[in-house]
């Protein structure tokens, strides 16, 4: 049993001890089953947020709950010091699984693509050329908020209070070959590029902007990285997003759904790249520890079955064509692949997202204009029900 939450209590512990980044809103959340989340009066909610993308399978996943206590049996944190079993096994099945020859683990997305940006810079030193150093990255991009990847994610409200940021960063228009090809030069190191741009509003990137992509970086010798801390994992109905466009990186980084809400990060990386890298130019305390490493392979192996990404692909196309059929003019566009969908309105999301909380609705947004549906991917057809007739009455009444 446990005992009764007090929602005023947590929220003036909040407010009084806790740095204040967050607009939550007025609930508190005590417990999951399946897609659904219950605050602390009993309230249900629908969760089209899953942590942001991250919970996989959902909440109370007998799978995971075994993987979780029988990796808590095992040990939990022994350092990167020494060889363990588990880290050993994640590696192998994510490289046997992608384009990929080796992965450094990290804890969070930010510091994957930290890492990422090192591993470029260090490719670019062994070769030689003077003043290869240059990121590129695009315009609505999302990295991550510490000091590399946030010079990477173009956003004055998120840069401004904290410059200086990284010199040399090149922002190029998403999905523009042209602009690309002007910002890709013989000083870039790397080009980072979301296959899918989440938090910038769900826009794909298309495979003729990938293949360019890869073309320029070979040309010029820069490291191309995909940031699929978001889109990757399942998300879209493929293991990784940028599969549906059939066009590999040199780098791929990976977090949220990987522990299925555990803390973790991955940095993969060919041979190539990797190769440069040696004892003491990266490390991590925490980063790929046993316990993590081994409810990580589990979340994995579930996720890549065949029948699991079909499930993924069919509720997502579910998803979009009950969304199209809501009519309102308050509907710009809904687009996305897989279960990782955006609705863009003519109007702020924020109003409707807090409405949906009166409706049992957990949903969020991605920019100003666009209301995201990033759900667990074990969500079904019947959730989209409710989601598409609880909607309608919100915009209705706006
Ligand atoms: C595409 C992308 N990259 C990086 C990050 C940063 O990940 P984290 O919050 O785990 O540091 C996010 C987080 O939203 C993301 O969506």
Redesign the pocket.
Known sequence: MIAAINTNWVMEQDAAHVVQTYKRPPFVLARGEGVTLYDAEGNAYIDWVAG??VNALGYGDPGLTTAIQRAAEGLLHTSNLYYTEQQAALATVLTERSFADRVFFTN??????EGAIKFARRAAYDSGEPGKHELVCFSDA?????MG?LSMTPKEKYQKPFMPLLSGVKIAAFNDIASAREAITDKTAAVFI?PV???GGINAATPEFLGALREHCDQHGAVLVY?E???GVGRTGRLWAHEHAGVAPDIM?L??PLAGGLPI?AILATEKIASHLHAGDHGSTFAGGPFITSVARYVLERIAEPAFLTHVQSVGEYLKERLEEINSPYIKEIRGRGLMVGMELHVEAAPIIEAGYKHGLLMVNAGTNVIRFVPPLVVQNSHVDSLVERLTGILAAL
């Open positions: 942001i993308a969070s997305g930010t510091e994957a693509n999302f990295h991550g908020r510490t990847s979301e741009q989440g938090e940031d801390v978001q889109c980084t977090a949220k990060g």
